[in-house]
């Protein structure tokens, strides 16, 4: 295993075909690959059947050293049954229906992130509910899953590599303050995908060529 694989390794998850997380108990072997997808998601709320995405954000970055950037692209997306919203989730993401006016179709939003990122693996922040709505857009649009068999929890990472004496809680904005990365003004998925993407780094970073602490 190379250095930087071996510095994902603790945030790897495996994937089914479909793309919704494998349990604990089936993982594959399968690794990263050479790029990285890190995305964020607004929902409407938590449940990927009942609820809708609303905002989606990726940066496109090489699995190289310093993990360089590629390319990035983020669109509010036009829910279909807003009345199903929860409202606090629509609290948290910011909606209204004038914002949301000019938002992109589901269709042509993740049609666009596939175009990005197609081939590469899933990173984020906290991923699980986030891999559980990408792969019911996958379904939703009937694409079949474009991406790589394996995602990558950030979070988890960060939890192995940062101590408790300088991160107390590990919610992207905290530890993103506590790296000294400022965050991109107005809360959207494409600027916590970018605040997703600068911790990584820092923490590659931290890790140094061997991938550890």
């Known amino acids: 295993m190379g250095a930087l694989e071996a510095f994902l390794e603790p945030g790897r998850r495996a994937l089914a075909p479909d793309g919704t997380l494998l349990p604990r108990n089936e993982q594959?072997?399968?690794g990263?690959?050479?790029?990285?997808?890190?995305v964020d998601l607004e929902?409407?709320?938590?449940?990927?059947r009942e609820h809708e995405v609303i905002d989606i954000g990726g940066v496109l970055t090489d699995v190289a050293e310093g993990f360089p950037e590629r390319g990035s692209w983020g669109s509010r997306v036009r829910p279909l049954h807003i009345g199903t919203a929860d409202p606090g989730a629509l609290k948290v993401a910011g909606y209204?229906?004038?914002?949301?006016r000019d938002a992109a179709p589901l269709e042509e939003a993740f049609?666009?992130?596939?175009e990005l990122g197609r081939g590469a693996a899933?990173?984020?922040?906290?991923?699980?509910?986030?891999?559980?709505?990408?792969?019911?857009?996958?379904?939703?649009?009937?694409t079949p899953w474009p991406f790589a068999d394996?995602?990558?929890?950030?979070q988890l990472i960060a939890r192995r590599l940062l101590s408790r004496d300088e991160v107390d809680r590990f919610n992207l904005g905290?530890?993103?303050?506590?790296?000294?990365?400022?965050?991109?003004?107005?809360?959207?998925?494409?600027?916590?995908?970018?605040?997703?993407?600068d911790i990584l780094v820092k923490l590659a970073e931290r890790a140094g060529p061997g991938g550890a602490p």
């Open 96 to 100: 209204s229906s004038r914002r949301w």
């Open 32 to 38: 990263p690959g050479a790029a990285l997808l890190v």
């Open 150 to 154: 394996v995602a990558i929890d950030i």
């Open 174 to 197: 905290h530890v993103a303050d506590r790296l000294g990365i400022g965050r991109l003004g107005e809360h959207t998925a494409l600027a916590d995908a970018y605040a997703t993407y």
């Open 28 to 30: 594959h072997e399968s």
């Open 111 to 114: 049609a666009r992130v596939v």
């Open 43 to 48: 929902m409407t709320g938590s449940h990927p």
């Open 122 to 142: 899933i990173a984020g922040w906290g991923i699980t509910n986030d891999m559980a709505f990408l792969a019911e857009c996958a379904r939703r649009t009937e």
